[in-house]
């Protein structure tokens, strides 16, 4: 059941209960901004990655500002992406099983869609429920880009897997999915160039044997946060699918650039806010966000706002903070802001977003594709 929202709007920072999401509107709306000028820069199309907000709200905003659709992970976040006013939607992810495959085909009646496949069986199923659905689907073929997950092998594998796409009716072959997700945190500034080369020429490879083929490739699709100057800048990347942009967080805020310091430009602009329910020693404080309300495989959230605090563990409803000598006092229900570890599935823990500007509530935003993973 969705819980009624922390805050009500106009009220002051103070009175949001906890915990809650919060969102910086102004540092939010700075990195939508900058996001969008990039892919401008670049001449490419910017589809943002909805795995991260999961909110049409959020949608809508980056549509504002040109976004062409949404990428997502699931059926389910595109139903409730095209539920909210999303009309061009790319399922970045192969969909496999029945159940799935009969709500892609509902779906591709309503909206633009298109979905990414790596399999020549899956392949003939998504043709058969396009016709069975009077719908077209648009595939793009995903390449393994070095990541080692997703995708067909490079070169000719890939190109016939494209050619079966193109002979199947109801599909309209795309182009390429090529997203390498683990060169996103990669921390060197040139070790991700690197890693984003290689893919690189993994897309080069695969062009070729279209070409060979007499098969035109109408797009090439991916990039991230952390490599999206590198894939704008290739001349091969068509279009950026960058997701965390809108938020950041503690991880890629470890990302460094070409001098060897943490990047800057986007600035964090989602925190969780949290309580402190106990002082049991002057150098120990407990606050009420714990691994229900924040994940940690990325590692744990940063203090924002007091250097001397630091966040050192975390058990199901309690966050333990180490508290410094320098440390302003943290008595007892007094607030503090916590960046995220990792927004991603952070924010798949929460209801809401509070959005605040000038220390007011000015926006509450449902997240409402949280835990929607069919």
């Given amino acids: 059941m969705t819980q009624p929202p922390p805050a009500r709007i106009g009220d002051p920072l103070e009175a949001v209960d906890t915990p809650a999401l919060l969102v910086d509107l102004e540092a939010f709306e700075a990195n939508l901004e900058r996001m969008a000028?990039?892919?401008?820069?670049?001449?490419?199309?910017?589809?943002?990655?909805?795995?991260?907000?999961?909110?049409?709200?959020?949608?809508?905003?980056?549509?504002?500002?040109?976004?062409?659709?949404?990428?997502?992970?699931?059926?389910?976040?595109?139903?409730?992406?095209?539920?909210?006013?999303?009309?061009?939607?790319?399922?970045?992810?192969?969909?496999?099983?029945?159940?799935?495959?009969?709500?892609?085909?509902?779906?591709?009646?309503?909206?633009?869609?298109?979905?990414?496949?790596?399999?020549?069986?899956?392949?003939?199923?998504?043709?058969?429920?396009?016709?069975?659905?009077?719908?077209?689907?648009?595939?793009?073929?995903?390449?393994?880009?070095?990541?080692?997950?997703?995708?067909?092998?490079?070169?000719?594998?890939?190109?016939?897997?494209?050619?079966?796409?193109?002979?199947?009716?109801?599909l309209v072959f795309g182009g390429l999915q090529a997203y390498h997700g683990s060169a996103q945190h990669v921390r060197g500034h040139s070790q991700r160039g690197q890693a984003i080369a290689g893919a690189g020429e993994r897309v080069r490879e695969t062009l070729a044997a279209l070409e060979r083929r007499g098969l035109p490739c109408p797009l090439v699709t991916g990039a991230g946060t952390g490599t999206f100057g590198f894939e704008g800048a290739s001349g091969l990347w068509g279009e950026l699918q960058c997701g965390s942009y809108a938020f950041m967080d503690a991880d890629y805020a470890r990302n460094l650039d070409e001098a060897g310091k943490p990047i800057s430009g986007f600035r964090h602009s989602l925190f969780l806010w949290a309580t402190v329910m106990s002082r049991p020693a002057a150098d120990r404080a407990v606050c009420d966000v714990g691994l229900k309300s924040t994940t940690t495989e990325s590692g744990l959230p940063v203090v924002a706002d007091l250097a001397d605090v630091t966040y050192r563990g975390a058990s199901d409803e309690h966050g333990a903070l180490t508290v410094g000598p320098k440390s302003a006092p943290l008595p007892l229900g007094s607030k503090i802001r916590l960046i995220p570890g990792h927004c991603d599935p952070t924010i798949n823990l929460h209801d809401w977003y509070v959005g605040v500007r000038r220390g007011r509530v000015e926006a509450l935003w449902p997240i409402a594709a949280r835990g929607a993973s069919t």
Avoid: W
């Fill in 37 to 170: 000028a990039a892919a401008r820069g670049f001449g490419v199309r910017l589809r943002p990655h909805a795995k991260t907000h999961k909110s049409p709200a959020v949608a809508l905003r980056q549509a504002a500002l040109g976004a062409v659709g949404q990428c997502c992970q699931k059926v389910a976040e595109a139903e409730i992406l095209a539920a909210g006013g999303i009309g061009d939607i790319l399922v970045s992810n192969q969909v496999v099983g029945a159940s799935k495959l009969e709500r892609l085909g509902a779906l591709a009646r309503r909206v633009k869609l298109a979905v990414c496949a790596d399999d020549v069986g899956n392949v003939a199923d998504l043709s058969r429920v396009a016709l069975s659905y009077d719908a077209t689907l648009t595939v793009f073929v995903e390449i393994d880009a070095g990541m080692g997950r997703c995708g067909v092998a490079p070169g000719e594998p890939a190109a016939a897997l494209a050619a079966a796409v193109a002979a199947s009716p109801g």
